[in-house]
């Protein structure tokens, strides 16, 4: 047995006390993070608490807070983010697959790949900035927007040129918001598929397409599905592009003038004719009530607000865990 | 390494090696395929880059028909590139190129009217590290024919069946089918990739380092299998274990550097071989 020399043992509990400090640190940074999210959650509850009721959740907006409602703002982002995520998930999943699978790694597609990665960090007011001049206005190539009629047979649904504020023109300036978002995650759950997959696909004699589509894309899909559901909370949440794009803050009516499932049921023409018509979000309307001068619409109105907001995002955030859960458990090596 | 060479070495004299005529030659001669066997893949001259980098130089060698090739040599002498360049698994690398030929049935294999997807079915590969897709033990198996159209429920059945018995695989799966392949064992994961890729029908099976990640009992077996198989199939392995290559070969090609340095009979190989780099490598002197 040989003694361990002095300077050791004390430099070793020297280490011990380093690695105890260490890991303090790291659990306060864990628990700071919970802490502040539970004390705003508490707050903004305490102060939702009489106002979300039923009659919050079923009824439109309203100047007066006793009838004032989130359901035009709930509807509007529904509509807005469900039309987003229709638009955004394929062609984000197309970008990301080309260029991944097919594009040759030249000059093109690296400057593809920084504007991409660039896009991302733009400010989303510049989006709206956007989206007002291309979706809104059309670039002014219009003199006076002109009205335009489908007929489909069942149903009318009417439409104007350039599209204006409408639901439509709100989901594709959040679509462009989100594409980059979706486009990196989902390029990078494709980087992740192990390669050896593509080539024993391959080595089968199957088709690139084949080995994409049965190997690659059901690997990649939880890695996808968290960058969609991400890029979709972030769109829920945006409030900026949306206002200047000028979406009314006193919407009285939900997207298509839907009023409950059985007049859904009684009139489906409804649902084309949601895309086109105004709308407002649940951001914007929390904005508007906290700018107003009523004090029940700004304190208590817009904290039930929020909370219905949040609600609405744990929801999405759940949805995206227990699928990529589901995804993840067929898929390990 | 040296020591199991060497009880390999003295099994035989010197002296009746020059009675059997070598059936092909080195890369020094040109190739002539012995008479009485059809050769199911030839290249000659075929020499490999990697962009610039020339990883093989004008390799000729031609592959009996029903017959397994053993490819062996130090690492990064190219053994595997020769065996990926033959079912053009190398074309998925950029910026890689070929020159000479590499004849399928005679038939250039990078002739422009060749079509890479026909090819890989017909010359079919299994990999160093097993690679089952993260489905049923069915699914892996079926999926060569369902890529390639097959949607009759029994006909994949019967397929599925016969490739899983070829492969020595059977009798272990048979209960569950349905189950994910990647609960399998490494053994019986690597028996899953061989049936896969015999469930295409295919008529060359490359082998690259199959048993090179697996425990003794499960190498003995994929041994087994490759005895087995050569009588329907043509066979090309690449292996760093020399006694693996002596036990299941019948031809034996030495890389180093790039080039091929002989080429003859496994036992024409091991036992007298022409070359002193050849000597130098399987007595364990280097490499």
Redesign the interface.
Same mark, same amino acid.
Request: no cysteine; charged share 15%.
């Given at each position: 047995m040989t003694t361990v020399p002095e300077h050791y043992s004390r430099r070793l509990a020297h280490r011990h006390r380093l690695g105890t400090v260490f890991e303090w640190a790291c659990r306060v940074a864990a628990w700071g993070s919970v802490l502040v999210l539970a004390v705003l959650l508490i707050a903004v509850t305490s102060r939702a608490w009489h106002w979300l009721d039923w009659q919050f959740l079923t009824s439109p907006n309203d100047y007066e807070a006793e009838r004032a409602g989130i359901l035009g703002g709930f509807w509007g982002s529904f509509w807005l983010v469900g039309l987003t995520g229709l638009m955004t998930v394929p062609v984000g999943i197309g970008a990301a697959l080309y260029l991944e699978e097919y594009a040759?790694?030249n000059w093109i597609t690296r400057q593809i790949q920084l504007n991409i990665a660039n896009l991302a960090g733009v400010p989303s007011v510049v989006y709206g900035i956007l989206g007002y001049s291309v979706f809104i206005r059309f670039f002014g190539f219009f003199d006076r927007p002109q009205t335009y009629e489908l007929a489909l047979g069942f149903t009318n649904v009417r439409f104007h040129l350039p599209l204006g504020t409408v639901v439509l023109s709100g989901a594709l300036t959040l679509c462009l918001l989100s594409l980059p978002v979706v486009i990196i995650a989902s390029q990078e759950a494709l980087r992740a598929v192990p390669p =050896?997959?593509?080539?024993? =696909? $391959? %080595? $089968?004699? %199957?088709?690139k397409w @084949?080995t994409i589509r049965? @190997?690659i894309l059901?690997?990649a899909l939880p890695g996808i599905l968290t960058g969609v559901i991400l890029a979709l909370s972030r769109a829920l949440g945006e409030t900026a592009p949306l206002a200047v794009l000028g979406a009314a803050s006193h919407v009285d009516f939900v997207p298509g003038r839907i009023r409950g499932a059985g007049d859904l049921m009684a009139n489906p023409g409804k649902l084309l004719q949601a895309p086109f018509d105004g709308f407002t979000a649940i951001p914007l309307q929390i904005y508007t009530w906290v700018n107003d001068n009523s004090r029940d619409l700004r304190d208590s109105v817009s904290a039930a607000g929020i909370v219905v907001l949040l609600v609405v995002l744990i929801a999405m955030n759940g949805v995206a865990i227990y699928l990529r859960q589901r995804y993840q458990q067929?898929?390990?090596? | 390494m040296p020591t199991t060479m060497s009880t390999i070495k003295p099994s035989a004299t010197s002296a009746d090696a020059p009675t059997v005529p070598p059936p092909m030659l080195g890369a020094s001669a040109t190739a002539t395929p012995s008479p009485s066997r059809r050769m199911k893949f030839e290249t000659r001259d075929m020499s490999f880059y990697y962009g610039s980098h020339q990883a093989l130089h004008d390799i000729t060698l031609s592959v009996p028909e029903r017959s397994v090739t053993a490819l062996i040599g130090p690492s990064g002498c190219g053994k595997s590139t020769y065996l990926r360049s033959l079912n053009r698994m190398n074309d998925i690398i950029e910026g890689t190129k070929v020159t000479g030929k590499v004849l399928l049935d005679s038939v250039d294999v990078y002739a422009p009217n060749v079509d890479v997807v026909e090819l890989r079915k017909r010359v079919g590969m299994v990999f160093q590290k097993s690679t089952p897709f993260p489905k049923s033990i069915f699914d892996n198996v079926a999926y060569g024919p369902r890529i390639a159209g097959q949607k009759n429920l029994a006909a994949l059945r019967e397929i599925v069946d016969r490739s899983l018995k070829q492969a020595a695989l059977w009798n272990e799966v048979k209960d569950r089918l349905k189950d994910s392949a990647l609960a399998l064992s490494g053994g019986q994961q690597q028996r899953l990739c061989i049936a896969r890729a015999l469930a295409t029908n295919p008529e060359v099976l490359l082998m690259d380092e199959p048993a090179s990640a697996l425990d003794p009992a499960s190498t003995a077996r994929i041994e087994d299998l490759i005895f087995e198989l050569k009588r329907n199939y043509t066979i090309v392995i690449v292996t760093h274990n020399m006694q693996q290559a002596a036990r299941v070969s019948e031809y034996t090609g030495f890389f180093c550097l790039g080039r091929l340095v002989e080429v003859g009979r496994t036992k024409q190989l091991f036992t007298n071989p022409a070359q002193k780099e050849t000597e130098d490598y399987i007595t364990g002197r280097f490499g």
């Open positions: 040759k790694p =050896s997959l593509r080539h024993a =696909s $391959l %080595a $089968l004699g %199957a088709t @084949q049965y @190997q059901p690997a067929k898929i390990r090596w | -």
